[in-house]
């Protein structure tokens, strides 16, 4: 095996920024889509009919739902 080879080998396995921008923009295009499934909005509706339940204190309003959609694991 020639010296070349193995540099080539070992920058290929070591992380990089692009690497990992790539791998983020894949995984929050991913959450972006699970969050408008038929379960994502079954769990934010959840969420919203159990905050409502309560009189005083915290109450959802249409900001905070829309925060809740935005930022369905």
Not at 40 to 68: C, F, M, N, P, W
């Amino acid at each position: 095996m020639s010296t070349k080879s193995v540099t080539t080998v070992n920058e290929e396995n070591q992380p990089s920024r692009r690497k990992f921008f790539i791998g983020a923009g894949a995984t929050v295009g991913a959450v972006a889509v699970a969050s408008q499934t038929s379960i994502g909005k079954a769990v934010i509706q959840e969420i919203g009919s159990t905050v409502q339940g309560k009189d005083d204190g915290y109450q959802l309003s249409a900001h905070i739902r829309k925060y809740y959609e935005t930022t369905m694991l």
